[in-house]
């Protein structure tokens, strides 16, 4: 059992910043990837931004030039730096991570993220 904690979301004005972090525990052997995605009401679940264990990064276009997601490898933890917040970035944002053996694939309890005057 892999265990996620996210922290870090709440209420913020247009062009404010806000960060995400995701810690995950249990019995981790080793960790392939690292992810954020968001679901807004009445929205399928997107991908915001990934990290891969060889460190190279993935963007949906939404996020690139304003999201930043970094890791530290060794406290389990994902983070999600968000800038120029756009009230379109209103949802609620989850915690993906992958990896094994034996595989495994985790989701966190997700954090709402509001943007809004």
């Known amino acids: 059992q892999v265990q996620l904690v996210e922290s870090g979301g709440g209420l913020v004005q247009p062009g404010g910043s806000l960060r995400l972090s995701c810690t995950a525990s249990?019995?981790?052997?080793?960790?392939?990837?690292m992810g954020w995605y968001r679901q807004a009401p009445g929205k399928e679940r997107e991908l915001v931004a990934q990290?891969?264990?060889?460190?190279?990064?993935t963007y949906a276009d939404s996020a690139k030039g304003r999201f930043t997601i970094s890791r530290d490898s060794a406290k389990n933890t994902v983070y999600l730096q968000m800038n120029s917040l756009k009230p379109e970035d209103t949802a609620v944002y989850y915690c993906?991570?992958?990896?094994?053996?034996?595989?495994?694939?985790?989701w966190g309890q997700g954090t709402q993220v509001t943007v809004s005057s």
């Open positions: 993906n991570v992958d990896g094994g053996p034996p595989y495994f694939r985790s």
């Open positions: 249990g019995r981790i052997f080793r960790i392939n990837a």
């Open positions: 990290i891969f264990s060889t460190g190279s990064t």
